[in-house]
C-alpha cells in the first residue's frame, strides 16, 4: 500500500523568500504523484503531478516539485512565495495499476508574512 | 470542457435532520466518483467512492451513505445527522483506469449540524 508524509503541518516565510513543503512517499512500485491547493472554503486544485516521465515537474503559479527516488521524496518549492501563495497544500499519491484511490498526506498550511 | 458541480455550497441542519449533498460532472463518461470530508485539523478522509452506476466503495463505517443513480451523479445521505457530521465536504473525479491522472474536486459544501 501507497502512503505520503507531509513533514510539517504549518509552514511560515516571509514575501520574496523560498517555499519549500516536504512530501515523502511510500511505495512498494514507482508511483505517481501530486500536489494540490486548497484556498480557505475551496476545492483543491491541481498544481503538478509525476507521471514517471521528468524527475523535475513545473507546474501552475511558479511551483515546482522534484521526484528523487532515492530519498523517496517529492517537495514542492517555488523561489519566491507571495502573499497569494498562502494556503493549504496536499501531497497525494497514486500506485500505477493500484486501483482507484489517491492517498492524502495530512496537508501543510503555508503562512506568507510581509 | 469537463466541469464538475456541488451543490449546495453551505447548509446548516439541525440534529436528527437527513442530509442530501448532490454532485454532477459534465463533460466525461463513466468518471470515478468519489466523496471526501475534511473535519478541522484532520487531512481529507475518503468517504465513498464509485467506479459505476450502483457500484459503491465504503471507506468507514459510518451515519453516512452514498448512491449513483445515473453516470455522472452521485449522491450523499444520512438519515439523521450527528454533530460529528460537521465538516467540509468534497466531491471528486477521475478518469477511469487511467492512474496518472489526479482528481478533479468540486468546490465543496460547508455543513455545520447544529
Known amino acids: 500500500a501507497q502512503s505520503v508524509t507531509q513533514l510539517g503541518s504549518h509552514v511560515s516565510v516571509s514575501e520574496g523568500a523560498l517555499v519549500l513543503l516536504r512530501c515523502n512517499y511510500s511505495?512498494?512500485?514507482?508511483?505517481?504523484l501530486f500536489w494540490y491547493v486548497q484556498y480557505p472554503n475551496q476545492g483543491l486544485q491541481l498544481l503538478l503531478k509525476?507521471?514517471?516521465?521528468?524527475?523535475l515537474v513545473k507546474g501552475i503559479n511558479g511551483f515546482e516539485a522534484e521526484f528523487k527516488k532515492s530519498e523517496t521524496s517529492f517537495h514542492l518549492t517555488k523561489p519566491s512565495a507571495h502573499m497569494s501563495d498562502a494556503a493549504e497544500y496536499f501531497c497525494a499519491v497514486r500506485a500505477p495499476g493500484g486501483g482507484n484511490k489517491l492517498t492524502f498526506g495530512t496537508g501543510t498550511q503555508l503562512k506568507v508574512e510581509l | 470542457s469537463q466541469t464538475i458541480h456541488q451543490w449546495p455550497a453551505t447548509l446548516v441542519q439541525p440534529v436528527g435532520s437527513p442530509l442530501s449533498l448532490e454532485c454532477t460532472v459534465e463533460?466525461?463518461?463513466?468518471?470515478?466518483l468519489y466523496w471526501y470530508r475534511q473535519a478541522a485539523g484532520r487531512g481529507l478522509q475518503l468517504l465513498f467512492y464509485?467506479?459505476?452506476?450502483?457500484?459503491i466503495s465504503s471507506e468507514v463505517p459510518q451515519n453516512l451513505s452514498a448512491s449513483r443513480p445515473q453516470d455522472r451523479q452521485f449522491i450523499l445521505s444520512s438519515k439523521k445527522l450527528l454533530l460529528s457530521d460537521s465538516g467540509f465536504y468534497l466531491c471528486?473525479?477521475?478518469?477511469?483506469?487511467?492512474?496518472?491522472?489526479?482528481?478533479?474536486f468540486g468546490s465543496g459544501t460547508r455543513l455545520t449540524v447544529v
Open positions: 471528486a473525479w477521475s478518469v477511469a483506469g487511467t492512474a496518472n491522472y489526479g482528481y478533479t
Open positions: 511505495s512498494s512500485v514507482p508511483p505517481y
Open positions: 509525476y507521471t514517471s516521465a521528468a524527475t
Open positions: 463533460g466525461t463518461s463513466n468518471p470515478n
Open positions: 464509485s467506479v459505476g452506476i450502483g457500484q
